[in-house]
């Protein structure tokens, strides 16, 4: 079975740190994109961070970078998400997600799945 | 980065109505549009990918249409499972993008 497990979250004081680890089983873990999605309490998702196969590439919203960094162990089969600086804007729900991909013709398209259950990171004094 | 509206934010629909949702992009994105699910305390979950590929394992009355900006997901007949929140997110650009989420409730 296809799985992601997130840990790591919690209550942590504005300006802290945390870090999130997102463990992957069921599948080749090293071939594929990585993400981590968030989702404030009652909002919407909010694309944070990806990491391509060999840690090679990361990309960040423009929210996080400078603060937030993503980075991968693939004998692990882990992701991590270590954050600084935190403010109570961070305060969401982080999921880790799986980026698969199909070619349709000329177009490589691309989506999240599976998703883990989320972890909940919460900023506040 | 790319904007991603949806329409409506939320809407009451009864067992057995036909539900469409909107979602729009600011730009062209080709086919590049993914729809998920998400209910309540649980982690979202793939619907369609690539504006009408039905992911495995999903119920054929949800479907996808669409390209370029304009999208729709249909679900020609409302079942009592399908009550929950409904996102599109382009996957055409970095930063990926969400729409805001359209919220199907039981009328």
């Known amino acids: 079975e296809v799985q992601l497990v997130e840990s790591g979250g919690g209550l942590v004081q504005p300006g802290g740190s945390l870090r999130l680890s997102c463990a992957a089983s069921?599948?080749?873990?090293?071939?594929?994109?990585m993400n981590w999605v968030r989702q404030a309490p009652g909002r919407g998702l909010e694309w944070v961070a990806n990491?391509?196969?060999?840690?090679?590439?990361?990309y960040y919203v423009d929210s996080v970078k400078g603060r937030f960094n993503i980075s991968r162990d693939n004998a692990k089969k882990s992701l991590y998400l270590q954050m600084n600086s935190l403010s109570p804007e961070d305060t969401a729900v982080y999921y880790c997600?799986?980026?698969?991909?199909?070619?349709?013709?000329?177009?490589?398209?691309?989506?999240?799945?599976?998703w883990g259950q989320g972890t909940l990171v919460t900023v506040s004094s | 980065d790319i904007q991603m509206t949806q329409s409506p934010s939320s809407l009451s629909a009864s067992v057995g109505d036909r539900v469409t949702i909107t979602c729009r992009a600011s730009?062209?994105?080709?086919?590049?549009l993914n729809w998920y699910q998400q209910k309540p305390g649980k982690a979202p979950m793939l619907l369609i990918y690539?504006?009408?590929r039905l992911q495995s394992g999903v119920p054929s009355r949800i479907s996808g249409s669409g390209s370029g900006t304009e999208f729709t997901l249909t679900i020609s007949s409302l079942q009592p499972e399908d009550f929950a929140t409904y996102y599109c997110?382009?996957?055409?650009?970095?930063?990926?993008?969400f729409g805001q989420g359209t919220k199907v409730e039981i009328k």
């Open positions: 997110q382009q996957s055409y650009s970095t930063p990926r993008t």
């Open positions: 730009q062209s994105i080709s086919s590049y």
């Open positions: 069921g599948f080749t873990f090293s071939n594929y994109w």
């Open positions: 997600a799986r980026e698969g991909g199909l070619w349709f013709g000329e177009l490589f398209e691309t989506w999240f799945d599976p």
């Open positions: 690539a504006a009408s």
């Open positions: 990491i391509n196969q060999d840690g090679s590439q990361k």
